[in-house]
């Protein structure tokens, strides 16, 4: 079954601390990756989208890495700051259709404290 | 910045009404999606769209109906709300290729 598992479930942390957010997946087969962080009460925002081939990708203080042999990524926030505190959901497509299919995490809720 | 808009954000709305989410955006895009999402849990997909007059149900049995009279319009109809539809509805769009894929800020629906 094709699954996407996302901890920890909620973290807080204080500003200006790093902290690594973990996805793990079963979906095959893989196609691409997708982080986005969604805003209480908004639309989710795209952060980054990793291929195959890719490693690492950075946005800002944002960085995303995949092991696609494990089926494992993780987001890395770094110095972060009270803007951060958001849901961070991670979205894997297979290879099927046009698109191909997404399945959804159901998000880390990361509060950072002042 | 994404163009794709979502009318109204928030609803509450007695049981039995009818009620329209409106979903437009200006990308031109073909592919367009609803997404029910309530707290803590996953999207689920209950409608999506590859482009004018195509329409098909997604994984998550729903009461509601959509239409793709238009490229920019993905409208997402109740005839008769219940409780149960109280939820947060994300419209998204990408294109036939492929790539990012670009949300609405959400309607927030609470039918009482």
């Known amino acids: 079954k094709n699954q996407v598992e996302q901890s920890p479930q909620s973290l807080i942390i204080l500003e200006g601390k790093n902290c690594t957010l973990q996805c793990n997946y079963t979906v095959s087969p893989f196609s691409n990756l997708r982080w986005y962080k969604q805003d209480t009460g908004r639309g989710p925002v795209s952060l980054t989208i990793?291929?195959?081939?890719?490693n690492t990708k950075s946005n800002g203080r944002y960085t995303a890495t995949l092991d696609a042999d494990t089926k494992q990524s993780s987001l890395h926030i770094t110095a972060s700051q009270l803007s951060d505190s958001a849901s961070y959901i991670c979205v894997v497509s297979d290879r099927g259709s046009t698109l191909g299919r997404l399945y959804f995490g159901r998000g880390t809720q990361l509060t950072v404290w002042p | 910045e994404a163009d794709i808009y979502q009318t109204p954000r928030y609803l509450v709305i007695g049981t039995g009404k009818k009620i329209t989410l409106e979903c437009s955006q200006t990308?031109?895009?073909?592919?367009m999606y609803w997404y029910q999402q309530d707290p803590g849990m996953e999207l689920h997909l209950i409608h999506y769209?590859?482009?004018?007059?195509?329409?098909e149900k997604g994984d998550l049995s729903s009461e509601s109906t959509v239409s793709r009279i238009r490229t920019e319009h993905f409208p997402l109809t109740l005839e008769s709300a219940r409780p149960s539809h109280t939820s947060q509805y994300l419209c998204?769009?990408?294109?036939?290729?492929?790539?990012?894929?670009?949300f609405g800020e959400g309607s927030r629906l609470t039918v009482l």
């Open positions: 990308m031109g895009h073909d592919k």
């Open positions: 769209s590859y482009g004018v007059n195509s329409t």
């Open positions: 990793m291929t195959f081939s890719e």
């Open positions: 998204a769009t990408v294109n036939l290729g492929g790539g990012e894929l670009f």
